[in-house]
Nanobody
Framework: QAQLAESGGGLVQAGGSLRLSCAAS????????MGWHRQAPGKQRELVAS???????KYADSVKGRFTISRDNAKNTVYLQMNSLKPEDTAVYYC???????????????WGQGTQVTVSS
């Protein structure tokens, strides 16, 4: 089983920046797309950004121009650079990855435990 671990969350003032990281650990797997979702209290979980192995990206309208997703395939790591943060960005951010396990011929999504991002006004 592969595991994902997020880091980089915390408290930041409005207008500030934060960078989230998510590394996949384990062996005998291949990572396809990776992404970030977030869930604020009382709200539905939403896609923030995603990136394919080849580098194609997708963003939620609410974060376009402010957030940038990137990845380092050699390190099995995905990043989310968050700039010009707003109080409405406050949420738990979850990393996910589309992972293929060759020996089991199995492809499925894996999820991290989440990291809290709080933006104060």
């Amino acid at each position: 089983q592969a595991q994902l671990a997020e880091s980089g969350g915390g408290l930041v003032q409005a207008g500030g920046s934060l960078r989230l990281s998510c590394a996949a650990s384990g062996s005998d797997f291949s990572i396809n797309a990776m992404g970030w979702h977030r869930q604020a209290p009382g709200k539905q979980r939403e896609l923030v950004a995603s990136i394919t192995r080849g580098g194609s990206t997708k963003y939620a309208d609410s974060v376009k121009g402010r957030f940038t997703i990137s990845r380092d395939n050699a390190k099995n790591t995905v990043y989310l650079q968050m700039n010009s943060l707003k109080p409405e960005d406050t949420a738990v951010y979850y990393c996910n990855a589309d992972i293929y396990t060759p020996w089991a011929r199995l492809r499925k999504d894996y999820w991290g435990q989440g990291t809290q991002v709080t933006v104060s006004s």
